[in-house]
Structure formats: structure tokens, C-alpha cells
């Protein structure tokens, strides 16, 4: 059974920090690309950052960029999003998601509407100005 479980979310003040992790299981990591998405109130879906569990090649979305960073731990099939510098207009329900077998992160991820072959159950993000 394909499993992706995100965590680390909550609520700071903006300028602040929060890590998120995805937990996935039931597929062969190494042949993935797992990316962020969120969804706020009355928004387009967004994606944000994915990331190839193959290369280590990496997209963000200009609006997180030198801010988010992804990252992967191929022994413990996980992905991770480190944001940074958090903005009140980052609030939203983060999820994490993941396409397989593929070795790379498709073109299409920041396309509105990208759907990836599974996604987690989300973990709210809220930052307070």
C-alpha cells in the first residue's frame, strides 16, 4: 500500500521557521520524484518544490525560491522542506506528494492543476504576521 505521511507543520510568526517531512512507503524511493504542494482559501492549487529521489535534481516555484529547500533521505525514504523566512501568504495546507516509477521531476509540476500519481493527507501550515 502506497503511504505518504507529512508532519511538521503548525503555526509561527512570520520570519520564521518550519520543517516539514514526508514519510513514504510502498513504492521504490529511489525510482521517484516526490514535490510540496499547498492549497490556502480561495487559491489555486501551488506547486512548490519537487525533487528526483534518483539524482538528487531539484524545482522550486519562483515564490519559495532562496527560501525552501527539499531534500531527500534515500535510507529512510524521506523527502523534507525546509522553509525559511516564512510569509503570511505561505499560510495553507501543505501536502506532499509523489509520481512513480520515474527517475525526474516532470516539466509539468508547477503547471496549475499537476496532478501527481499520489499525495498525502496534508499538514497545515499557518503563519501570523
Known amino acids: 500500500e502506497v503511504r505518504l505521511a507529512e508532519s511538521g507543520g503548525g503555526s509561527v510568526q512570520a520570519g520564521g521557521s518550519l520543517r516539514l517531512l514526508c514519510a513514504a512507503s510502498?513504492?521504490?524511493?529511489?525510482?521517484?520524484?516526490i514535490g510540496w504542494f499547498r492549497q490556502a482559501p480561495g487559491k489555486e492549487r501551488e506547486g512548490l518544490s519537487c525533487?528526483?529521489?534518483?539524482?538528487?535534481?531539484?524545482w522550486y516555484t519562483d515564490s519559495v525560491k532562496g527560501r525552501f529547500t527539499i531534500s531527500s533521505d534515500n535510507a529512510k525514504s524521506t523527502v523534507y522542506l525546509q522553509m525559511n523566512n516564512l510569509k503570511p501568504e505561505d499560510t495553507g495546507v501543505y501536502y506532499c506528494a509523489a509520481d512513480f516509477p520515474t527517475w525526474y521531476c516532470s516539466e509539468h509540476v508547477g503547471d496549475e492543476g499537476y496532478e501527481y500519481d499520489y499525495r498525502g493527507q496534508g499538514t497545515q501550515v499557518t503563519v501570523s504576521s
Open positions: 510502498g513504492f521504490t524511493f529511489h525510482d521517484s520524484a
Open positions: 525533487i528526483s529521489n534518483t539524482d538528487g535534481s531539484t
